[in-house]
């Protein structure tokens, strides 16, 4: 099956800095998700990003799927960013499940 | 709107026993999956439904089952629980065939299952 490798796996940030996070995939992906999982569990989708750049307010995301990989930029990070971040594929024609990377753990400091 | 809602939140049980976790669809949205997390790790996927069928599954044991009812929601079964079974347990929404079985998915806040 599908191989999604994230790194860094850990980050700690002061408050106020840039990261960017990387997902590689080890095939072709018809879609791809970036989420945040918050302390308490839940997965928070940032991104739905097959292919092509998107911005969310500080969060942006870039997916270059010809070369198997994802970028999710943080800007100005604040101390609620922190988390892990999680990029998920789907692959496969008519495939039904989302493969996880194993996450990258952000800690934001003040 | 409401999201994803998952049934209880927190749940204790003893090794050997059953255990039944539900959760309930984005209105309009006829997939559901489950995944499994243990800590340190991402989400494991167990099973996808859609219209009542089984679509998927994931490489678990026969232990685990799952089913989706016809307001779409859908139950996660699992017997024999094991010590190993101890995990945050996932649902996912999505819109399903109709928009493609790749459309984005959206999660439930989890219910974390201990077994002591």
């Known amino acids: 099956g599908i191989q999604v490798e994230q790194s860094p796996p850990d980050l700690i940030l002061q408050e106020g800095a840039n990261s960017t996070l990387r997902c590689n995939f080890s095939d072709s992906v018809n879609n791809l998700q970036w989420f945040h999982q918050n302390p308490w569990g839940q997965l928070i989708n940032l991104f739905y990003i097959p292919s092509g750049t998107k911005q969310n307010g500080r969060l942006s995301a870039t997916t270059v799927a010809t070369e198997r990989y994802s970028l999710l930029y943080i800007s100005s990070s604040q101390t609620t960013d922190s988390g892990v971040y999680f990029c998920a594929v789907y692959s496969g024609a008519g495939s039904y499940q989302l493969t996880f990377g194993k996450g990258t753990k952000l800690s934001v400091i003040p | 709107d409401a999201g994803v809602t998952q049934s209880p939140t927190h749940l204790i049980k003893t090794r050997g026993q059953h255990v039944t976790l539900r959760c309930s669809p984005i209105?309009?949205?006829?997939?559901v999956s489950w995944y499994q997390q243990v800590l340190g790790q991402g989400p494991q996927f167990i099973f996808q439904?859609?219209?009542?069928?089984?679509?998927g599954r994931g490489n678990f044991p026969d232990r685990f089952s799952a089913r989706q009812f016809p307001n779409y929601s859908s139950e996660l079964n699992v017997n024999a629980l094991l010590l190993g079974d101890s995990a945050l347990y996932l649902c996912?929404?999505?819109?399903?065939?109709?928009?493609?079985?790749?459309?984005?998915?959206?999660f439930g806040q989890g219910t974390r299952l201990t077994v002591v």
């Open positions: 996912a929404s999505s819109p399903g065939r109709t928009g493609g079985w790749n459309t984005e998915a959206f």
């Open positions: 209105s309009g949205h006829k997939s």
């Open positions: 439904y859609y219209e009542k069928e089984e679509r």
